[in-house]
């Protein structure tokens, strides 16, 4: 079995899942191919990062082979198998193990049995002496919330909808009114725009921009028992893999509305939404 890596971090964490769970079920070696990452310069495979089951890399003459054949669209049925929707359940049989696998798997339904297996396994192998003492700074504040807030190339890509400050503020007004005090903890990508829009002198905030890598901001949110996503999946992931708290999610991830139902019954379940 081949299970090609594209896109970020999240993207990434369900593909490695989708395979994971084929091994484990099937007792086959999963292969991956981050062939992708030659052509794609905005994005990386940072998977070798976590402390994942070591993957078995394809000879080379085989990746080329089988990206030329991908890229020239050359998808025979009796090789590839390709995602036919995005966040839509899709039955793959054991027999299919020989195939190459194309497509993101963003579903539960997938790798929610391996749910403690993927706890284990989606952890930093090396944590520097600067993230322990960050992660010891965060562990000092009561009813610690985690915020992720998702702009950048959401703002030139009209599939998709840019939250704003009246889901933030009504997701932190909702964990307030839960928890009585929380402190908010704001990762994003977009730093500037959060300290113009979420308001500090309302909320106990505290922005976690310091320059670190995405496997690592992911390993701090690890860290949390309460979360406020973005429509990402790179923080869907930390509030999926954490038991209980708080975990609220945006009603709305995309323009497309048939699509935003798919999302909602793909990872929402265990959410509020605003």
Same mark, same amino acid.
């Given at each position: 079995m ?6 970020? =971090? ?10 994971? #769970? ?6 086959v070696?999963?292969y ?12 990386? !495979? @940072? ?16 990746i ?33 193990? /020989?195939?190459?696998?194309?497509? +993101? ?6 790798? &929610?049995?391996?749910? &403690?297996? =993927? ?6 192998? %090396? ?6 003492e ?8 009561? +009813?610690? #919330? ?8 959401? =703002?030139?890509?009209?599939? !998709?909808?840019?939250?704003?400050? %009246? ?15 929380? /402190?908010? #903890? ?8 959060c300290?113009?829009?979420? &308001?500090?002198?309302?909320y ?11 496997? %690592? ?33 945006? !009603?709305?991830?995309?323009?497309n @509305?048939e699509?935003?139902? +798919?999302?909602?019954?793909?990872? =929402?379940? %265990?959410? @509020?939404?605003?």
């Open positions: 081949i299970v090609r890596y594209t896109g970020g =971090l999240g993207n990434q964490l369900f593909q490695y899942a989708f395979g994971k #769970v084929f091994e484990k079920q099937n007792s070696r999963v991956h191919d981050s062939f992708s990452y030659v052509r794609d310069k905005k994005r990386k !495979y @940072e998977l070798g990062q976590l402390s994942i089951s070591k993957a078995k890399r394809l000879p080379w003459i085989m080329w082979l089988l990206n030329f054949l991908f890229y020239l669209k050359i998808l025979p049925d009796s090789i590839f198998e390709t995602e036919k929707q995005i966040f839509v359940y899709q039955e793959v049989c054991s027999s299919d193990y /020989k195939k190459y696998f194309v497509g +993101n798997w963003q579903h539960y339904k997938y790798f &929610d049995e391996i749910k &403690d297996d =993927l706890r284990k396994e989606f952890t930093l192998k %090396e944590v520097t002496e600067r993230l322990n960050i992660m010891a700074h965060l562990n000092r504040f009561d +009813n610690s #919330v985690m915020v992720h807030v998702r702009r950048g190339d959401y =703002l030139t890509i009209s599939d !998709y909808v840019v939250q704003g400050r %009246e889901y933030y503020e009504n997701a932190m007004n909702q964990c307030l009114s839960k928890l009585g005090s929380a /402190k908010f #903890v704001i990762f994003s990508d977009d730093y500037k725009w300290r113009e829009n979420i &308001d500090n002198n309302m106990d905030v505290e922005f976690m921009d310091l320059g670190l890598s995405a496997p %690592e901001d992911f390993q701090l949110m690890r860290g949390f028992h309460n979360f406020i996503i973005s429509n990402s999946t790179f923080s869907w992931w930390p509030a999926y893999l954490s038991d209980g708290g708080i975990k609220i999610a945006p !009603y709305r991830w995309f323009t @509305e699509t935003n139902k +798919n999302v909602r019954e793909a990872l =929402l379940k %265990e959410f @509020e939404l605003f």
